[in-house]
């Protein structure tokens, strides 16, 4: 069983930088989607970041410029490099991933427990 596990979330002031990661307990061996999303105190869901097995990348506009994401293939770790941080950026991100089972609509989906990321103006 697939599971995910975040690291990284904490507190900084306004301009500062977080990096994220998101380990995969298992190897994967069909194609998948990573990504980061996040969830602000009465605000809905939100995706912030993706990449593909591929590496094709692809932000949210609000984050385009500031944030990277990025794998490592060998740790099976998916990190998000957070910089210039705005005490907009406050929610708590989860890591997805979309595991791929024959086709791009037929696939199963993973969630982590999240982690918590503050700026402080």
């Known amino acids: 069983q697939v599971q995910l596990v975040e690291s990284g979330g904490g507190l900084v002031q306004t301009g500062g930088s977080l990096r994220l990661s998101c380990r995969v307990s298992?190897?994967?061996?069909?194609?998948?989607?990573m990504g980061w999303y996040r969830q602000a105190p009465g605000k809905e869901r939100e995706l912030v970041a993706t990449?593909?097995?591929?590496?094709?990348?692809n932000y949210a506009h609000s984050v385009k410029g500031r944030f990277d994401i990025s794998r490592n293939n060998i740790g099976n770790t998916v990190s998000l490099q957070m910089n210039s941080l705005k005490p907009e950026d406050t929610a708590v991100f989860y890591c997805?991933?979309?595991?791929?089972?024959?086709?791009?609509?037929?696939?199963?989906?993973?969630w982590g427990q999240g982690t918590h990321v503050a700026v402080s103006s």
């Open positions: 997805n991933l979309k595991l791929y089972i024959s086709t791009s609509t037929n696939f199963a989906e993973f």
């Open positions: 298992e190897r994967l061996f069909s194609d998948y989607t």
């Open positions: 990449i593909t097995r591929a590496g094709v990348k």
